[in-house]
């Protein structure tokens, strides 16, 4: 046996602060076993290496993979992971719909966000809608796991977990500057200085992306783009090496804003098929401003050599106004902006107005300020004990106490339309709209026990989720919320996750996993409603031969009872009440495949060819009528909408020490966004598309490199999705051109 030696990553890589890895390998009849990995602390995984050898599926994406193509978007960052489905809303991917395994990818509201370990949505329990997400361009690593391998990492437990691990502090002082520039006078400065001294860390960086926009409004210059700022610091304190029980403790404070031109009106099929890019007069006023702050306090203490403790206190805030075209009046009748596209020939006076084409009597378009506050609050603590004898066991414990809130303060302008401009008719009255708060309290908790023996390796383990969800309502009159005529509601829920997995490794080039566990989605505030429930399978295999390495996983999700939400991202109402949407079966197949056609050569140049596809059927096994108009009227055996059926990316590359040039090209395939079978209306269609991206950079020296990205090389014109409000498109062509810097 030969064991490597246990080491804590302390200062030098907060990706993996506070955290002990023990690596134990056993050589036996010419096989390497991963007998013991710890690794606890705000990673999830911490590397390929325990990617490959989880009990689940899991994937890694490192610094290199994220830097390469340059991306600041979540969605294309994510494309080549199998398993994860999601449809684009603005091209920059500024609030993404992200799915794993085929849940709900509204607003990434079924899947558990975390940030270095801590729930990073605005209120994952009361509102989970993901209105603020953490920009993947500052990230150092970004981590997804699935299946029974993240029953640790809830509440949203059916699909999994996406853990984006920030930038860390580094041993030495070193510092790195990122700047691009490209048409639609799309910019990135992104700069960051580290170090230690002594016992102590620290590390302050920014990043700014602003951009004008790839559309335009009609009669209007006014910019379609955003501006993001983004500000990290932190500092950190350890014991000293020789420290009879180390410690470390760290302090992170985030800061970022967001202006963005962003609005749910998308266009008609007509208009979409003349001019892709165009906006109409009715989005003029449509403006996103949001800030957000996380402070962040986690302490890590070894009091044995194998027995650690991690705990961190934060807290979130996130405040929005999205400012957009919410309905218009005809006759004094409120007709959804989602109505009104979907059905143009039924509302032509209407459709004139709104494109600037005809002028309006006062008060026609209602603009909503979606005015809304978030809090979050929690606290967590993680106990991490491995010992060896006849075999390597690891034993985990953890809990968290957290607290969120959405205070909605909404109200909404009046708009008139004359000569071609929008112009204010009324102001509204602030909490005049929405004037509530919902809020959430919750205790988790989960115990995890990892036997391996030999080539075998079990997994059990089980989560507790006790919440209770309350909403305030002061009600459209009461704007000073003297609670005159407060309503209140309760809904508790009291919930065990079970789940277990087993991997066996035949040799050192082939091994299977597998697993099940329970699904779970908290339900909303509403008296009774029971919580989204799912018995999830998966059967996967790892392999490595002649240089091939790759992984294929089958998985089953059985939902008893799946929760649709009426959000208006998706063409709701914007309630966010949830309903019941019945039961759902969703099966998939994951392929993942890497190779390097000059694995045998001895050569200085590598030519790496990645290939990944994900196969999803998702249907409906319950018939009902979902007045929000979610799914629609659903019969037994409709496919789920929004869930492409199969994706594939390919990519292929040449890499040498001076330079490297990378091409990436994705298939999504057409789905449909209501509920049905059989042939899709041409009304309920998003078509396939296949993107292609590119990469180069070329290495001055060690300290500078000079980038050339390309996002959409072909230049496809292709609609991502008809909600929330008519037919959107994706991102142009686009090219930035940049020089990175570091020392």
Same mark, same amino acid.
């Given at each position: ?6 080491? #804590? ?6 990706? +993996? ?6 690596d134990? *390998? ?6 390497? =076993?991963? =007998? ?31 830097? =390469? ?42 899947i ?19 209105? +603020? ?14 299946g ?6 809830g ?7 996406? %853990?984006? #691990? ?6 030495? @002082?070193s ?10 006078h ?13 016992q ?11 951009s ?14 955003f501006?993001?700022?983004? $500000? ?47 906006? $109409? ?32 206190? $934060?807290?979130?805030? @996130? ?7 919410d $309905? ?27 494109k ?17 506050? +978030?809090?979050?609050?929690? *606290?967590?603590?993680?106990? %991490? ?13 953890? &809990? ?15 708009? =008139? ?8 008719t ?13 809020? &959430? /309290? ?5 115990i ?44 508790n829920?009291?919930?065990w ?14 091994? &299977? ?12 505030? /509403? ?33 008893? %009872?799946?929760l ?17 949407? !019945? ?30 596809f ?7 096994k ?37 330079? %490297? ?26 078509? !396939? ?12 020296n060690?300290? #500078?490199?000079?980038?050339?990205? *390309? ?15 008519g ?6 062509? !686009? ?9």
């Amino acid at each position: 046996m030969r064991t490597l030696t246990t080491f #804590i990553l302390s200062l030098s890589c907060v990706t +993996y602060i506070f955290s002990q890895q023990t690596d134990t *390998i056993q050589k036996q009849d010419s096989i390497r =076993k991963l =007998k013991e990995v710890v690794v606890f602390s705000q990673a999830m995984l911490g590397s390929k290496f325990a990617a490959k050898n989880r009990t689940g599926s899991a994937y890694f994406i490192d610094q290199t993979e994220i830097k =390469k193509f340059g991306y600041t978007d979540i969605n294309r960052v994510l494309r080549n992971v199998p398993g994860v489905n999601l449809y684009e809303e603005d091209g920059f991917g500024l609030r993404p719909n992200i799915s794993l395994r085929g849940t709900s990818a509204e607003r990434s509201a079924k899947i558990t966000v975390m940030e270095d370990g801590v729930l990073i949505a605005p209120a994952p329990y009361s509102a989970p809608a993901a209105y +603020y997400f953490p920009n993947v361009g500052r990230m150092n690593s970004t981590e997804i796991l699935k299946g029974s391998s993240q029953i640790q990492y809830g509440p949203y437990t059916t699909g999994g977990a996406i %853990n984006l #691990i920030s930038s860390p502090i580094t041993k030495e @002082f070193s510092g790195y500057l990122d700047a691009s520039a490209g048409n639609f006078h799309t910019n990135k400065v992104h700069a960051r200085v580290s170090g230690t001294e002594g016992q102590f860390g620290y590390m302050a960086e920014f990043l700014n992306q602003n951009s004008d926009g790839f559309k335009d409004i009609d009669n209007s210059d006014d910019h379609t783009g955003f501006d993001k700022n983004d $500000y990290v610091a932190k500092l950190s304190y350890s014991s000293r090496a020789d420290a009879k029980i180390y410690q470390n403790l760290l302090f992170k404070i985030q800061y970022s804003d967001e202006t963005s031109n962003e609005t749910y009106l998308g266009l008609t099929e007509e208009d979409f098929e003349s001019n892709p890019f165009r906006r $109409y007069v009715g989005s003029q006023e449509d403006v996103m401003e949001t800030e957000h702050q996380q402070y962040a306090l986690t302490h890590y203490i070894e009091p044995l050599k194998n027995f650690n403790i991690t705990t961190s206190a $934060y807290i979130n805030v @996130f405040e929005r106004n999205w400012f957009k075209l919410d $309905y218009v009046l005809e006759e004094g009748k409120k007709i959804g902006i989602a109505n009104l596209l979907d059905n143009p020939n039924d509302f032509p006076e209407l459709m004139a107005i709104v494109k600037g084409e005809q002028d309006s009597d006062d008060d026609v378009l209602a603009v909503k300020a979606n005015n809304r506050r +978030y809090k979050a609050r929690g *606290i967590q603590t993680n106990f %991490n004990y491995f010992w060896n004898d006849w075999a390597t066991h690891q034993f985990e414990v953890g &809990a968290r106490y957290h607290y969120d809130e959405e205070d909605r303060f909404q109200w909404v302008d009046a708009f =008139k339309v004359e000569d071609g401009r929008m112009q204010l008719t009324q102001a509204g009255t602030p909490g005049t709209d929405a004037n509530r708060v919902s809020a &959430a /309290t919750a205790f988790s908790a989960f115990i995890q026990y990892k036997l391996t023996y030999d080539k075998l390796t079990i997994t059990p383990g089980i989560r507790y989720e006790n919440i209770s969800l309350e909403r305030e309502d002061y009600g459209k009159n009461d704007t000073s919320r003297t609670g005159e005529n407060l309503s209140r509601r309760v809904n508790n829920i009291d919930q065990w996750i079970p789940g277990i997995g087993v991997s066996y490794k035949f040799n050192e080039s082939f091994s &299977a996993f597998g697993g099940v566990h329970r699904g779970f989605s908290p339900p909303t505030n /509403t008296p009774g409603q029971d919580p989204e429930k799912s018995i999830n399978y998966e059967l996967g295999t790892r392999f490595s031969w002649k240089g091939l390495t790759g992984e294929v996983v089958g998985f089953f999700n059985d939902y008893s %009872n799946l929760l649709g939400s009426d959000l208006a991202a998706s063409g709701g109402t914007g309630s966010l009440d949830q309903f019941n949407a !019945g039961e759902v079966e969703v099966k998939g197949i994951e392929l993942l495949l890497n190779y390097n056609l000059l694995h045998y050569a001895k050569s200085k140049y590598s030519i790496p060819l990645g290939f990944s596809f994900t196969y999803n059927d998702a249907e409906f096994k319950s018939s009902f009528d979902s007045a929000e108009d979610i799914f629609g009227v659903v019969n037994d055996g409709d496919e789920v909408p929004y869930i492409t059926p199969s994706q594939f990316n390919a990519s292929i590359g040449l890499e040498h020490e001076k330079f %490297n040039i990378s091409l990436s090209a994705k298939y999504s395939d057409t789905f449909r966004t209501f509920a049905g079978s059989g042939t899709i209306p041409a009304n309920q269609r998003v078509s !396939g598309h296949t993107i292609v991206d590119f990469a180069s950079a070329y290495h001055l020296n060690k300290n #500078i490199s000079l980038r050339a990205n *390309i996002i959409n090389l072909l230049d496809e014109e292709f609609v991502v999705a008809r909600r929330p409000a008519g037919l959107r498109p994706g991102h142009p062509f !686009g090219m930035s051109l940049g020089i990175v810097a570091r020392f």
